[in-house]
């Protein structure tokens, strides 16, 4: 099997390396581009299995580089940004970014990402089993196990379950809970998701005022893992 | 350029025009304050001897110069001059004079009301000159406490981040495994504190621009008290509790500015209570306001500061290295872009109080059972 490869497209030459030197000690092949045009154009020509890109580039933004990707482009992208920008991130995340990641980031955290986001890709596949801790949830038998123990839940805290599990380790984001779980109308309706997270959490959380499972990302959405 | 000479030189004609408009108001106060004393003056004609009058009239004009510019209140002087002689010395009506008296009455009146006009424009505007530059001094001195503590504040950690990789890079003798780890979490946690230093910078930075657009959102005021407490280092973390209360509702807030501010207090009270004491915190909503409150069983802040620490780079003396008093004052312009209120007080059993009070709309649904 070849190696995976990647884009780095960051326009700060220090992040760059320490992206790369860790990349391709991970067993990654690296690939860099400086400036939005370069990565554009190293993205059609290598067509890397994932992107991982910066949204304050100096010649195009960030956002409408990654529509453009998008057009043709259907593998992992992850986008890097600066902190307290949750409206970039929601904003990145419909434009079809995968997932993200704010500067300054951990290395560990940034590994971890890109290997659920990479896995994700890399599964054809459905999965039919969400192991994770102590907990399982049947996808098949729509069953949630917790400690060996089957664990009842209403059938809007089970799509919710079962949802955040089927993309376990990506953030999903508040407007795409609500509009899949709810309908469209709902889509604004951030209280449901709060109250039903709350619900949740009470029922598989071992310590739901410190959740493992279902993870808030602040002004953004929820993460399962 | 252009533009901006242009806007410039509308600017400038913005403020002539300004000036004059100004200057034509305080003219017509001053020619109508003169014309109504000496209207009363004539009325009371029979009680008032021209000494009075020429008193009262002084008084007018001595009024207006502690208040307009030069300009008008020599003009009043002059007016009300010309009325005194006119109306009220003999003979009326005319602006002869016979006796002597009248004469020196008139020209020790008119004198007076210059020299008078003149000296207290001269003192306001010695006045005016020091004020600002007290004003300017004060800035200068608030400016070198900034720099002081921020340049303290942002060297300290890359003084040991670059002195730690020096170590580590071309040390002459072999550093053991161990210190090289030491080494490292020393680094890391300079690099951490430096970037706390420049979140609050550019905290303080949003306060002052007072560039605020609220964000609001529902919110599990329980969650996000927990999650601000997950970020206290964790050495203080046990030192930290908070009871949740299951039956808050979901409020309406803006979860990143409450949280900032939240956090800036609970920081305050890991670093400067004492090691053993226990900070209690506490949310409720009553009467459509959120308050929570921040109790620690510590010393207390002694009384002449109490007033003083939510002001920008306030600190309390002996409080140690580090810190740049920016954390309280953010918390505060927060709260205040919010709507809501911060306080503190001492308690009586010992120990300091924070409570945020924030107006906060409540959500009707608190658990959806079935569906």
């Known amino acids: ?225 | 350029m252009c533009r901006t000479l242009l806007t410039f030189v509308k600017n400038q004609r913005v403020i002539v025009v300004f000036q004059h408009q100004q200057t034509i108001r305080q003219l017509g106060i001053s020619v109508l304050a003169v014309i109504i004393s000496s209207v009363l003056a004539w009325l009371s004609k029979a009680h008032l001897d021209n000494m009075a009058v020429g008193l009262l009239l002084m008084l007018v004009v001595s009024t207006l110069a502690v208040v307009f510019d030069i300009f008008p209140v020599l003009v009043a002087a002059f007016l009300s001059a010309l009325i005194l002689n006119f109306f009220f010395v003999e003979p009326l009506f005319t602006y002869k004079i016979h006796d002597t008296e009248s004469a020196l009455l008139f020209s020790i009146y008119i004198s007076i009301a210059v020299v008078h006009a003149v000296l207290t424009n001269r003192v306001r505007k010695q006045a005016k000159k020091s004020r600002d530059r007290e004003e300017k001094e004060k800035t200068i001195r608030l400016y070198n406490t900034l720099l002081n503590s921020l340049s303290h504040e942002l060297k300290t950690p890359i003084a040991t981040i670059i002195g730690a990789i020096d170590t580590l890079k071309d040390a002459g003798i072999p550093i053991p495994a161990p210190q090289q780890n030491e080494l490292l979490n020393e680094m890391e946690t300079a690099a951490n504190r430096l970037s706390y230093q420049v979140e609050n910078l550019l905290n303080m930075s949003r306060v002052e621009s007072g560039n605020f657009r609220l964000k609001t959102d529902w919110i599990d005021v329980n969650e996000m008290i927990f999650s601000c407490i997950r970020k206290i280092p964790a050495q203080h973390l046990k030192r930290f509790i908070f009871k949740p209360d299951d039956k808050l509702p979901l409020l309406k807030l803006d979860e990143g500015l409450i949280e900032t501010a939240l956090y800036s207090i609970l920081h305050n009270a890991a670093r400067y209570t004492p090691e053993q004491a226990t900070v209690m915190i506490d949310a409720r909503y009553e009467d459509g306001f959120l308050a929570i409150t921040i109790s620690d069983n510590g010393t207390g802040i002694p009384e002449q500061h109490l007033h003083h620490i939510f002001e920008k780079f306030y600190r309390l003396p002996h409080s140690g290295t580090g810190g740049t008093g920016l954390g309280l004052s953010i918390a505060k312009g927060f709260v205040e872009a919010h709507e809501g209120k911060i306080s503190v007080r001492n308690l009586k059993a010992g120990g300091a109080q924070f409570e945020i009070t924030l107006p906060a709309d409540v959500s009707y649904l608190n658990s959806l059972k079935n569906e």
């Open chain 1, 1 to 225: 099997m070849s190696k995976p490869s990647v884009l780095i497209v960051d326009d700060e030459p220090p992040i760059r390396k320490l992206l790369e030197i860790n990349l391709s000690n991970a067993g990654y092949c690296v690939r860099m581009a400086a400036t939005g045009k370069e990565g554009l154009m190293l993205a059609a020509s290598y067509q890397p299995d994932f992107i991982l890109l910066d949204l304050g580039l100096p010649d195009i933004d960030g956002q409408e580089i990654l529509k453009q990707l998008r057009e043709w482009y259907g593998k992992v992208i992850v986008v890097l940004s600066v902190q307290n920008s949750e409206d970039d991130i929601i904003t990145a995340l419909d434009n079809g970014a995968n997932d993200y990641l704010t500067k300054p980031f951990r290395v560990g955290e940034l590994m971890a990402r890109l290997r659920s986001a990479t896995r994700f890709s890399a599964t054809a596949d459905p999965v039919m089993v969400v192991e994770t801790g102590d907990m399982e949830i049947d996808l098949a038998a729509r069953t949630v196990k917790v400690g060996g123990q089957i664990i009842k839940l209403t059938s809007t805290e089970y799509s919710l379950l079962a949802l955040l599990a089927k993309n376990e380790g990506r953030v999903l984001t508040h407007h795409f809970l609500l509009k899949e779980i709810w309908g469209v109308a709902y889509q604004t309706e951030t209280q449901y998701l709060r109250v039903f997270v709350a619900q949740l959490r009470k029922k598989i959380e071992p310590d739901p005022n410190h959740p493992r499972h279902i993870v808030t990302e602040s002004g953004v959405g929820y993460r399962f893992q």
